[in-house]
């Protein structure tokens, strides 16, 4: 093999490479993608969920979701997810009860 044919090989070895590392990361990117769009959903519904039975507007039930989130420190998505499920019949666990009916009470009390 000549220096050129060796030197050719080792480029498009280089290119095929670069090619394997850029279809991982958007690999990662679209799967990221895919996880914030779900997020987004759940925390829609939850957000109907508190509109439909505190009788809220959506602005102030996502204000809600992010004040409980944030007292309670876990991710709104997560919290999202345990409203949806309490909507379906499933309890909520009683410190984020409590902590939802506080928000609500401070939310209602406040002009």
Do not use: K, Y
Not at 18 to 25: F, H, M, N, P
Not at 26 to 37: S, T, V
Not at 42 to 69: H, K, M, Q, Y
Not at 88 to 97: I, S, T, V
């Amino acid at each position: 093999m000549t220096t050129f044919a060796l030197s050719e090989r080792r480029s498009q070895a280089s290119d095929l490479e670069a090619a394997l590392q850029e279809v991982e990361r958007l690999r990662a990117e679209n799967a990221q993608l895919r996880q914030a769009i779900s997020s987004h959903a759940t925390v829609d519904r939850a957000i109907g969920v508190l509109v439909a039975r505190a009788g809220i507007s959506p602005d102030d039930g996502f204000g809600i979701l992010r004040e409980v989130s944030q007292h309670l420190n876990i991710r709104l998505s997560v919290l999202a997810a345990e409203i949806v499920r309490h909507a379906r019949g499933a309890g909520l666990p009683p410190r984020l009860l409590g902590e939802l009916h506080a928000t609500l009470t401070r939310r209602a009390e406040t002009p």
